[in-house]
């Protein structure tokens, strides 16, 4: 069925250091893949989104390309600082059914 | 300034008493959605509403129904609350269009005693 899979449960790094979280899907539908970021104790809001294979697509300093060959969407960062600290959801969009990964943690350390 | 509002924020309900949660939004947005976040679980879907009355399960309903009357409004429902309702209750709402994003609420905190 269709889904999305996030493998990172937690994601510990130092300042400075580039990040990359993984996500990947599962669908028989024309992809169009989304991440969103949760601080701690505020709601989810869209960091970016992206439906054109090999495009990378880039809002502060993150950045993403969708791969359809190998149904990734991985969110990378080339300098993780520590207000990144948060909860990073990758989540794919049809006709309004968004399935949603389990979230990866990212816990960036001075 | 396009919001979805979730009232209230923090709940504290004893175990078989009835809960509303309420949300609106101010973008007319047609779907809308609530979900419940629970440490490790990530996001799971309790229901959508595509419109006014238009309603369907997610992934969790059980336990939890919803009302839609208005656009702008979208009410859940916990019928004789349960210890394992207590979580993080999320309403959310977009376009109806396959690469629109979602905006959320804030949340409401349910703690069930």
């Known amino acids: 069925g269709d889904s999305v899979t996030q493998t990172e449960g937690l994601v510990t790094l130092t300042k400075g250091l580039p990040v990359m979280l993984n996500c990947t899907y599962q669908?028989?539908?024309?992809?169009?893949l989304f991440w969103y970021v949760q601080h701690l104790n505020e709601a989810p809001k869209l960091l970016l989104k992206?439906?054109?294979?090999?495009k990378r697509t880039e809002h502060q300093g993150f950045y993403a390309t969708l791969h359809k060959s190998s149904s990734s969407f991985h969110l990378q960062k080339s300098s993780v600082q520590l207000s990144d600290s948060a909860l990073y959801f990758c989540?794919?969009?049809?006709?309004?059914?968004?399935?949603f990964g389990d979230g990866t943690q990212l816990v960036v350390k001075p | 300034d396009m919001k979805v509002t979730q009232m209230p924020r923090y709940l504290i309900k004893r175990m078989g008493e009835n809960v509303l949660l309420e949300c609106g939004q101010d973008?007319?947005?047609?779907?809308m959605y609530w979900y419940r976040q629970d440490p490790g679980l990530g996001l799971q879907l309790i229901y959508i509403?595509?419109?006014?009355?238009?309603?369907s399960e997610g992934d969790i309903p059980k336990g939890y129904r919803v009302s839609r009357k208005k656009r702008e409004h979208f009410s859940l429902i916990l019928d004789s609350a349960k210890t394992n309702q207590t979580s993080v209750y999320f309403c959310?709402?977009?376009?109806?269009?396959?690469?629109?994003?979602?905006?959320f609420g804030k949340g409401t905190r349910l703690t069930v005693v």
């Open positions: 989540a794919w969009n049809n006709n309004n059914r968004i399935f």
């Open positions: 669908t028989t539908y024309s992809p169009f």
């Open positions: 992206s439906s054109t294979d090999n």
């Open positions: 973008m007319s947005h047609e779907t």
């Open positions: 509403s595509y419109d006014v009355d238009s309603n």
């Open positions: 959310a709402s977009s376009l109806s269009e396959q690469h629109t994003e979602v905006f």
